[in-house]
């Protein structure tokens, strides 16, 4: 579930569409969130897939830790990705704005967290924009990610989060008791597609 106050729009014929701010939202502040309506599709069930039903998949959901293609039921799966994203999945997989975001603002996204099967060229024509997203991006930028999320996190408990009752109890009760210095960060390489089932969110902390 993608955060109230935004809208989907058509960014060009080319880009297609877009998810943009309808007001502001801070940094901070959750933008996504997994709910329980959002569409789950197992390695197994994929396989089985027609290919254009994979197709549609590859582009419109991301692969969580366990293999598992998620697509939102609702304009979360129109966000696009930027090298610059203001909005970033965070180790306990909901997203976070990253910086201040404006009304009008396009909600941005790393699609190096989505676990993609193939590189992916992009072109947010943004400064130092890497043109093109792979697979083991992961591995060469999560500590960088994790800075920017731990900084958005600081924001967590002063900002409006009209999402918090959407987030599980266990991952909200797992947040609080970090913020407090209870528990250990959570890293953003933990999204990364585990190699056997079962082995991942084990809670790589930093
Ligand atoms: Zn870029």
Redesign the pocket.
Known sequence: MIHPSTELRLVDPVIGYGVFATEFIPRGTVLYVQDELEIKVSPEDYQMMRPEYQLTLDKYSFVDPYGIHILSWDFAKYVN????CNSMSTGWGFEIALHDIQAGDEITDEYGLFNLEYEMP?????T????VVKPDDIDYYARKWDRRVKRALLKFNHVHQPLLPHLSTDVLENVTAFLVGESPYISVANLKRSPSPGAAHHGIAI
């Open positions: 990705h930027r090298c610059d992009v072109s947010c024509s943004c130092n924009c890497r043109t």
